[in-house]
């Protein structure tokens, strides 16, 4: 009696280590916090954390569409240079402690770049005394409906609005 209530515990050991396969040992992913996203990149400048960096291009001009979260005790000034161009730099202002957000409504715009569409770009960014980061962000189009109302804002240009002068005739 004995015999089968030992065999019976070891079977049903055996069947539970069994069926639990590589999740007995292995990590499961669904647990991780920090997901890579679809279609940016990620990277982290000192404790100001960078998650689903992208840029929206049309024509020469581009919106860099990501999120930034602080982890510092203090706001940030953060400091982005598009393919190294210190001439190009935009500065974002980072919360501590809430995510900042620039897409739909806020956003960042650069314009004179020519940029493949579907390559990538790097963006160098920093703060305060912080080494820095440069990420090869990738480079959509307006074509995808989730970046439709992301493209940037054209640039007017300057029309010749003169009216000729006539000349006498002879």
């Known amino acids: 009696m004995k015999a089968r209530v030992a065999a019976s515990v070891v ?30 990149v990620e990277g982290d400048v000192g404790q100001i954390h960078i998650r689903n960096a992208y840029l929206v291009a049309q024509g020469d001009q581009f919106r860099l569409i990501a999120t930034f979260v ?9 400091t ?4 190294g161009s210190s001439a190009d730099t935009q500065s974002l202002h980072v919360d501590a402690g809430a995510p900042t957000v620039i897409g739909p409504d ?15 770009f790097p963006v160098f960014f920093t703060y305060g005394s912080e080494a820095g980061v440069t990420l090869n962000v990738p480079v959509l189009t307006g074509d995808f409906s989730i970046n439709s109302t992301l493209t940037p804002t054209p640039v007017p240009t300057s029309t010749d609005t003169s009216t000729p002068t006539p000349t006498p005739s002879s």
């Open 70 to 78: 602080n982890s510092t005790d203090s706001s940030q000034t953060l």
């Open 11 to 40: 079977l049903a050991l055996g069947v539970a280590i069994g069926t639990a396969g590589c999740n007995l040992i292995a990590p499961q992913e669904t647990t991780r916090i920090n997901q890579s996203t679809s279609f940016g």
């Open 106 to 120: 806020d956003y960042l715009q650069w314009n004179g770049f020519n940029i493949a569409k579907g390559s990538l």
């Open 80 to 83: 982005i240079e598009p393919n």
